[in-house]
């Protein structure tokens, strides 16, 4: 089955410059890549998602980008802010599985 | 509130006893999937439903669980036995029907303790 591994586990940047969050997937059928925040106490909410025919994607501070030829893609926010402290998990899916595997998540603080 | 709604946000059970979660997804939104996720993990895949069929399950979900989602709308997951191992946040998600790798939306989760 696919296993995602991510790093780094924790992370801590100054407010105002840029977090990097990397993640590499396994099962090379792997065709959606979403990544998702956490907030304490709350669910998972999607922040951004990438398919396999495109390279990099953005929306305003964030942006991802995947290599599948080297299977893996990475979460870059810029300009950080305080509320962008959470926990970021990535996830893959392979279009028949109808599942997403998630890695084990980044712990992301802001320091003001 | 249109997102996915979870009820009981959280419930405390004592070990051996069964306990029953609802999610309701959001309305239009034919799959259905359940996570499971313990502290300082990543949510694991527990099961999923495309309307009221359950199309598969993992192997995580062992005979104590059993999940439904009869009319194709609400779901139920219901443990029965409890034991401390079964201490987690379990979430909901739905997706829309049509292009897969569409998003899933997690509801706020029901989170379990055994004691």
């Known amino acids: 089955g696919e296993n995602v591994e991510q790093h780094p586990s924790t992370l801590s940047v100054q407010e105002g410059d840029s977090a990097v969050i990397k993640c590499t997937y396994s099962?090379?059928?792997?065709?959606?890549f979403p990544w998702y925040k956490q907030e304490l106490g709350k669910g998972p909410q999607l922040i951004i998602d990438?398919?396999?025919?495109?390279g990099e994607k953005k929306d305003q501070r964030i942006a991802v980008t995947l290599n599948k030829t080297a299977k893996h893609f990475s979460l870059h926010i810029t300009e950080t802010q305080p509320e962008d402290s959470a926990v970021y998990f990535c996830?893959?899916?392979?279009?028949?599985?109808?599942?997403?595997?998630f890695g084990t998540g980044t712990r992301l603080t802001i320091i003001p | 509130d249109t997102g996915v709604s979870q009820d009981p946000r959280h419930k405390i059970t004592k070990r051996g006893q069964n306990v029953t979660f609802r999610c309701d997804p959001i309305?239009?939104?034919?799959?259905l999937y359940w996570y499971r996720q313990t502290l300082g993990q990543g949510p694991e895949f527990l099961t999923y439903?495309?309307?009221?069929?359950?199309?598969?399950k993992s192997r995580l979900l062992s005979d104590r669980f059993s999940a439904e989602r009869p009319k194709g709308s609400f779901s139920t997951l219901e443990i029965q036995r409890t034991e401390q191992g079964d201490s987690a946040m379990y979430l909901c998600?739905?997706?829309?029907?049509?292009?897969?790798?569409?998003?899933?939306?997690f509801g706020q989760g029901t989170r379990l303790t055994v004691v």
């Open positions: 099962d090379s059928a792997s065709n959606y």
């Open positions: 998600a739905s997706s829309p029907n049509g292009l897969r790798g569409t998003e899933a939306f």
């Open positions: 439903f495309q309307n009221e069929a359950q199309l598969e």
């Open positions: 990438i398919r396999s025919n495109v």
């Open positions: 996830a893959a899916e392979n279009f028949g599985n109808e599942k997403l595997t």
């Open positions: 309305s239009e939104h034919n799959r």
